[in-house]
């Protein structure tokens, strides 16, 4: 872990990171190193079908803008609490995730600077949609409901 921390701080800080991983575990190994090369990400697609936490993209992405979950199948309403402290978050594409249901959408709406949000292909119901687009700040859901995607 040190050798990929000075690696990442001298020379690696991506600005676009996608990230792959199998079925399982519940935590990939490789996530909970994403901090050390993680502090000038600003666009992260995760792919982990195991995933059932948040808390290391959380802690350890500062500047993350841009966050696409889709394939992370695991992922259920509680983990989404994680997702306000990343107060940088303008988009978030949260499409596919089955076990999402309307209680994730009082996470999401926390989200001070969100501005794109896909919840397609969810269990989020039509009251919860109402309240995230009659007078809230997200301006781009109709285009999403449209395409299907961010």
Excluded at 37 to 45: D, G, I, S, T, Y
Excluded at 119 to 140: E, I, K, P
Aim: aromatic share 8%; charged share 10%.
């Amino acid at each position: 872990m040190q050798v990929l921390a000075g690696f990442g701080v001298a020379f690696w800080q991506p600005a676009v990171l996608r990230l792959a991983y199998p079925p399982a575990p519940a935590l990939p190994p490789g996530l909970t190193a994403l901090p050390l090369v993680a502090a000038r990400l600003q666009h992260l697609e995760l792919r982990a079908p195991g995933l059932t936490t948040l808390a290391p993209l959380a802690a350890g992405c500062p500047a993350l803008r841009c966050l696409s979950l889709r394939g992370c199948a695991a992922l259920l309403d509680g983990a989404l609490a994680a997702l306000p402290s990343i107060t940088t978050l303008e988009a978030v594409d949260l499409g596919g995730l089955a076990g999402l249901s309307d209680t994730a959408v009082f996470h999401v709406a926390k989200l001070p600077r969100l501005s794109a949000l896909n919840l397609s292909q969810t269990s989020v119901g039509d009251a919860c949609l109402q309240f995230l687009t009659y007078g809230h700040r997200l301006v781009d859901f109709p285009f999403f409901l449209k395409w299907g995607r961010l």
